[in-house]
């Protein structure tokens, strides 16, 4: 099945108060809120806090989801961190030249491993033929 990983948007409408509370994050983005403060204990993410509540702007918003886009492509946290640190905070995540060089190299690395998987199907199929022949 082959999904389709689109840049993100700007939602059609602002959230209420210029913020969203952890809950509306989720359903917005379809995570789960402890995955969300997953996010943040990896410093991928910094709302900022108002009391004991986390809040997030639209800027948030748009990093978690390629944030979660990169991690359904396979990309390491650590490098998810790496480009965040050498983007600035308007800079749009995805659109940036230094993903597209990470995700060439990403793309170079699963293709090794497939075919490493591949050479280690073919080889244990042909032990497995050898041991019940």
């Not at 806090?49 to 800027?59: E, I, K, V």
């Amino acid at each position: 099945m082959e999904q389709n990983f689109e840049l993100y948007q700007e939602p059609d409408a602002a959230p209420q108060n210029g913020f969203l509370f952890i809950g509306e994050l989720a359903k917005l983005t379809g995570t789960d809120p402890k995955t969300i403060r997953f996010y943040e204990r990896a410093e991928l993410i910094s709302p900022p806090r108002h009391g004991r509540f986390r809040t997030y702007l639209a800027s948030d918003v748009r990093r978690l989801k390629n944030v979660l886009t990169l991690r359904r492509l396979g990309v390491p946290i650590a490098q998810i961190r790496e480009i965040l640190a050498m983007l600035s905070p308007e800079e749009d995540v995805l659109a940036s030249e230094k993903t597209v060089g990470l995700l060439r190299q990403h793309l170079d690395t699963l293709r090794n491993r497939q075919a490493e998987i591949t050479h280690q199907i073919e080889k244990t199929s042909s032990a497995l033929d050898s041991l019940v022949a």
